[in-house]
């Protein structure tokens, strides 16, 4: 199981809790972060927090920190659909592209690429939809409560 630490915004009276997770990204975890074009496009596209409401039977208080947690499953059939489809679709779209190439009697390396990409594009599409879909209905759970942070006082 996948597990974050997440801040409680709010907490509504109807069994749900709002709660808000910083977004971490594997940039800024080596030395070389400072000169690096990856670290500084994902710093500046990645979005910083992520609120979502978690199903709770307890209340919890704003600001104390909860465990969350979420199957590996899920993730790595979201991965799949979006990393592994459009591969999928890449090469079915360069075989038909070709496939029609051959029966036009044209040349078939034009038609196998723009075929490819477009079935790859096509496919990347399908698996984005169908990811939202099962990221909708994979609620993470609450493991504990780590209760609130310490403040120190200046």
């Not at 000169?35 to 910083?48: H, I, M, Q, Y």
């Not at 040349?107 to 477009?118: K, Q, T």
């Amino acid at each position: 199981m996948m597990e974050e630490v997440a801040r409680v915004v709010a907490n509504g009276n109807s069994g749900w809790v709002v709660v808000e997770v910083e977004m971490k990204s594997a940039c800024n975890h080596c030395e070389t972060s400072e000169s690096c074009g990856t670290s500084a496009v994902s710093k500046a596209f990645s979005p910083k927090v992520q609120r979502f409401s978690i199903q709770s039977e307890q209340q919890y208080a704003k600001g104390e920190r909860l465990k969350l947690g979420l199957p590996e499953s899920v993730i790595l059939k979201a991965a799949t659909l979006v990393y592994i489809l459009p591969l999928f679709g890449f090469f079915i779209g360069a075989f038909l592209g070709n496939l029609i190439a051959k029966l036009a009697e044209v040349h078939p390396d034009l038609f196998a690429i723009s075929a490819g990409v477009l079935g790859g594009f096509l496919f990347w599409a399908i698996g984005k939809k169908a990811a939202k879909k099962l990221e909708e209905h994979a609620q993470p759970i609450i493991i504990k409560s780590l209760g609130k942070p310490i403040e120190i006082a200046h």
